[in-house]
């Protein structure tokens, strides 16, 4: 299951049933988990960890050096889940030591072809990344995210659980969960992922109360600190807006209006 054009360093650990294609380089300190399949000419290079049952396909660069100037060649590292898809020409960068050292992808997620992540992002599970989509460094993504094609998140951004980012949206600003973002010069919201959220079994009620929640922050006119007022009162009976507000009030950057 191993090419024999394969060049696999020593020191790597390789699971069992691992398929590894013609021409891929794995380097030192790769541990690749049991049941994972690597396509032709993948360049993996360490210290990166990647799960079990991920499927790697040809020309992807996992665990490459960080790409930012403040790194000085410090250990760190790329660290993969269990049952990615990651398509042609992705790259994915280790972190680096002032970043937390980890670049982290989760669980069950697709990263289409030409997809970049850079250092030190955090991207939970279950998120869509679309062709050529991309994050700068130390951007997190919650679970259930869909990124659109050509689409960008700045540095040190966060885009909530369940957030839709559209097609071409460049998001300079942080995204609370259940936001659809559009692309208008800017990314700027445009109601929630409703339907989205239907698919991944939220019923009316939970829907209604995120609606509730979308409004108070973004069509009532409220300055931001009145708008977390009332969305600590609705939180009471929803965790779902728990959750938008939890996020509001650990958003680092400016909050997307």
Not at 163 to 183: E, K, S, W
Request: proline share 3%; glycine share 14%; hydrophobic share 40%.
């Amino acid at each position: 299951m191993i090419h024999p054009s394969a060049q696999i360093d020593p020191a790597a650990k390789i699971g069992a049933n691992v398929s590894i294609g013609a021409y891929s380089v794995i380097g030192a300190e790769v541990e690749i988990g049991d049941g994972t399949v690597i396509g032709p000419h993948v360049v993996i290079e360490g210290p990166t960890r990647i799960g079990r049952d991920n499927r790697i396909a040809q020309f992807v660069s996992l665990g490459g050096d960080p790409q930012d100037k403040k790194w000085a060649g410090e250990r760190t590292e790329l660290v993969v889940g269990d049952r990615n898809l990651i398509r042609e020409f992705v790259t994915v960068n280790r972190g680096t030591g002032e970043g937390g050292g980890i670049t982290r992808i989760g669980n069950d997620n697709w990263l289409l072809a030409y997809v970049h992540i850079a250092h030190d992002c955090q991207v939970g599970n279950h998120v869509v990344f679309s062709n050529y989509s991309a994050l700068a460094g130390h951007v997190e993504i919650g679970d259930w995210v869909i990124i659109s094609g050509y689409a960008g998140v700045h540095q040190f951004g966060k885009v909530g659980a369940h957030a839709f980012i559209g097609m071409g949206c460049l998001v300079g600003a942080d995204v609370p969960p259940f936001l659809m973002m559009a692309n208008e010069q800017g990314g700027r919201p445009r109601g929630i992922n409703s339907e989205g959220l239907k698919r991944r079994g939220f019923d009316s009620a939970r829907v209604a109360a995120i609606k509730r929640a979308y409004r108070t922050l973004y069509m009532a006119g409220l300055s931001q600190a009145e708008a977390r007022e009332q969305l600590a009162a609705q939180a009471q009976d929803s965790a779902d807006v728990r959750a938008m507000l939890d996020f509001i009030e650990r958003s680092e950057r400016s909050l997307a209006r």
